[in-house]
């Protein structure tokens, strides 16, 4: 896509470098580096039983989708060490706390970037209500993702000359796709409930089994406290699909109506399953001058022939695990999609109803060699000087899996960008 230097043989490397793998080093992986990567210490017996569903439905078991191939049914690992969660500010931040070149600011609000003769050269940021500003003598990088790199940028003079003008803002530079190219994997949440109560739902209603595995997690960092949402993946090729897998799931032996409202009351399971290489485009559009304004997010799921088809064939092949003799002793009915629902409109309209994000947002500030791309190969915002962005938003297009690896990746690239440029 004209992006030199990003092709898997130059960014592997930093993939590696990035990971202390459990499993340790290999042609794929790394030792030594600051984020951890474990294997899943909890698991429930339905979890292999659908690792079996999938496998007897015709995906083979592999046990590293993130090795030589990709295609497979198997245990996700975690970026986690000792049953905590190392996350980005654990893996780098943490590390770099002491460091005499560094000030945390925590409590802020960017509200946009100062330039001098097109130089980026000033943070303009709110502290506990007061204005304040921060001096760059070299070069600003920009990492506040998907939805808030594009904002900041458009706040300061950078993205399509009409929406600027709309609000008023002066033009600094006219890049049409800064918060275009909006890519996001649209996750097509499957619930069944189960004969019998062997799921996260009944242990965590019961008070005995609650404060069990609040024990087990505080005195051992082990139990259900210590997994992930999801346990087993599988990337899977629906009928669509030619040589590679173009759908993945999420299987979680526990339900919900929506994330973050607590469990049902039921005994249920989720399988959640998204398209890998959606074609729908979105956009990130600000509605105001205050940076506390949200921006507009049109995320434009289904909206392509390909991504529609896609998203029936998948509800079609979660239901054919589903019959498959490793899950039928479990299902005793189907929750979501309305069970219903057979015709492929039907189908359509149930993903469209119970469908919601997987959080992967990228490609607003879009990279490329082209003349409407944000960012140029080195990550340099392109029409001004002294300003990079490095986040999810610079993907090209969305990868074809999770966001976190890949999105590291970048940041560690980015590194050495800029210190070989000093």
């Not at 459990?22 to 909890?42: A, C």
């Not at 993702?145 to 009409?162: D, E, F, R, V």
């Not at 002066?170 to 918060?179: A, I, K, N, R, T």
């Amino acid at each position: 896509m004209g992006c030199h230097g990003w092709d898997y043989e130059s960014v592997l490397p930093y993939f590696k470098r990035a990971e202390d793998q459990e499993n340790g080093e290999d042609e794929f992986h790394g030792i030594g580096g600051p984020l951890s990567v474990s294997n899943m210490t909890f698991s429930r017996p339905i979890c292999d039983d659908f690792l079996n569903a999938v496998a007897e439905n015709g995906t083979p078991i592999n046990h590293d989708i993130n090795g030589a191939t990709q295609e497979g049914v198997g245990y996700y690992q975690l970026t986690a060490k000792n049953g905590r969660r190392c996350s980005s500010a654990v893996a780098y931040l943490n590390r770099a706390r002491s460091r005499p070149n560094l000030a945390i600011i925590t409590h802020a609000m960017v509200n946009r970037l100062g330039f001098t003769d097109k130089r980026a050269d000033t943070v303009h940021i709110t502290r506990k209500g007061e204005p304040m500003q921060v001096h760059a003598n070299k070069e600003i990088i920009l990492s506040a993702g998907a939805i808030g790199s594009p904002q900041i940028l458009q706040l300061s003079g950078i993205g399509p000359a009409a929406l600027l003008q709309e609000h008023s803002i002066e033009l600094l530079h006219d890049s049409p796709d800064v918060g275009a190219n909006l890519q996001d994997h649209l996750q097509i949440r499957t619930v069944y409930k189960t004969h019998k109560p062997i799921t996260l739902n009944d242990q965590l209603s019961n008070p005995l089994q609650k404060l069990s595995a609040g024990l087990q997690y505080a005195l051992l960092r082990k139990g259900p406290l210590s997994m992930a949402a999801s346990q087993v993946y599988a990337f899977c090729r629906t009928r669509l699909a030619n040589e590679r897998p173009d759908i993945q799931y999420h299987f979680q032996p526990l339900s919900s109506d929506s994330p973050g409202e607590g469990l049902n009351n039921f005994s249920a399971f989720t399988a959640s399953v998204c398209q890998l290489r959606p074609e729908s485009r979105g956009s990130i559009r600000i509605q105001s001058t205050n940076p506390l304004k949200h921006p507009v997010i049109q995320a434009n799921y289904l909206s392509t022939d390909l991504d529609c088809q896609t998203a029936v064939e998948s509800l079609r092949f979660t239901r054919k695990i589903m019959r498959t003799i490793a899950m039928r002793e479990h299902v005793k009915s189907e929750h979501l999609p309305d069970p219903l629902a057979q015709t492929d409109e039907e189908l359509l309209q149930q993903a469209r109803q119970i469908a919601n994000t997987i959080y992967h947002p990228t490609s607003t500030c879009r990279m490329g060699a082209d003349s409407r791309s944000v960012v140029d190969p080195q990550l340099r915002v392109k029409g001004v000087l002294g300003l990079r962005v490095a986040d999810a938003s610079i993907m090209p297009e969305i990868v074809s899996g999770n966001t976190n690896a890949p999105t590291i990746m970048i940041g560690e690239k980015a590194a050495d960008m800029i210190l070989a440029e000093r």
